[in-house]
Structures are given as structure tokens and as C-alpha cells.
């Protein structure tokens, strides 16, 4: 019985991780082919994304979620992304960056694009190993219960391979 037992919780733990995600009163569902990772501090989720053809290593999405006015405003944390890169030269991709506004999933968006050396997640990540040939895709979806930011960062051939796959999750969140 107890095998039994352990059986049905490892399989609805399972299930779980296959369900949709959920933070802001958004739900979303991540590609099958996108493993999730253990918990994080300040995460919602945070996703594996497989390595592209040609590429080293995978790419990572971080979902995060801080509580309704919380976690600064778009304008700000879009320019904190796009200074989290650089040219090969050292100079800034500020001018490069490509930035727009839609409505996904019935939710207003901010869309972010940016290449380069990538330099680090930020003050709160700690040093990191400058990065060449790097791409960020970010949204900053503007939830019921606050903005949901979801950040892609990796090698590029691997961002450009889950830019469909991650459009698609981001145009079928839902009001939760």
C-alpha cells in the first residue's frame, strides 16, 4: 500500500511540473521540451532551454513575479536588461536594443531584444563571466495582479530557436 502510496504522489508530482505556472493571476504554460529547474530565490520559474545546433550550452528562461507595484517600473527594468549587455568594443547596445510594446494573450506587453556580450544578471546575481554572443528576449506582461517578467538569455542560435516556442507561451497566458 505504501508503495502504492508513493507511486500516485511521484506521479501527480509529475503532473505538476508538466501543469501550467502560474504568478500575478497569469497562468502560462512552458514548452515540453523546456525542463524546469529547481526553486531560486525571488523566482516564479525558472526554465533549461536545449542547446541549439552549434551552440555550447542551453539558454535559461527566469520568470519573476514581486508583488503588485513591485518590482520597478517597465521603462526601468527594460534599460536594467539591455545595460546587463555590451559590444564586443565595451561600448553600450543601448542604440541596437529593439523595445516595443503589444497585447499578448489579451495583456499588455513590452517586448525587449538585445545582442551582445552578455555581463551578468545583475547586482543581485553576483560577478559573472563576460559572455560573447549572447541574446536576451524579455517580456514584461502586465498582469492582473502586477507585472510577470520573463527573461530569456543565452547563446544566440539557441535564443533564435525558442523565440516561436517562447511567443507562443507568452500569446497563450491567461488571466488565472
Not at 501550467?20 to 531560486?40: D, F, I, N
Not at 523595445?99 to 546575481?125: H, I
Request: proline share 7%; hydrophobic share 40%; net charge positive.
Amino acid at each position: 500500500m505504501n508503495r502504492l502510496i508513493s507511486v500516485v504522489v511521484c506521479g501527480l508530482a509529475v503532473a505538476g511540473v508538466a501543469a501550467a505556472e502560474e504568478a500575478g493571476g497569469l497562468s502560462w504554460t512552458a514548452p515540453a521540451e523546456w525542463t524546469v529547474q529547481a526553486e531560486r530565490p525571488m523566482r516564479v520559474a525558472t526554465y533549461n532551454i536545449p542547446a541549439a545546433k552549434g551552440d555550447a550550452g542551453g539558454a535559461e528562461l527566469a520568470v519573476f513575479y514581486f508583488g503588485e507595484g513591485q518590482g520597478g517600473g517597465v521603462d526601468a527594468n527594460v534599460k536594467r536588461w539591455v545595460a546587463q549587455f555590451q559590444k564586443p568594443d565595451g561600448s553600450s547596445v543601448e542604440k541596437d536594443a529593439k523595445t516595443k510594446q503589444e497585447k499578448l494573450g489579451g495583456f499588455p506587453v513590452t517586448l525587449v531584444d538585445v545582442k551582445g556580450t552578455f555581463m551578468g544578471g545583475g547586482p543581485m546575481m553576483g560577478p559573472s563571466t563576460p559572455k560573447p554572443g549572447y541574446r536576451l528576449l524579455g517580456a514584461i506582461v502586465e498582469g492582473p495582479q502586477g507585472a510577470v517578467f520573463f527573461k530569456l538569455t543565452g547563446p544566440e542560435k539557441t535564443v533564435a530557436a525558442a523565440e516561436k516556442p517562447f511567443r507562443k507561451m507568452l500569446e497563450g497566458a491567461k488571466k488565472k
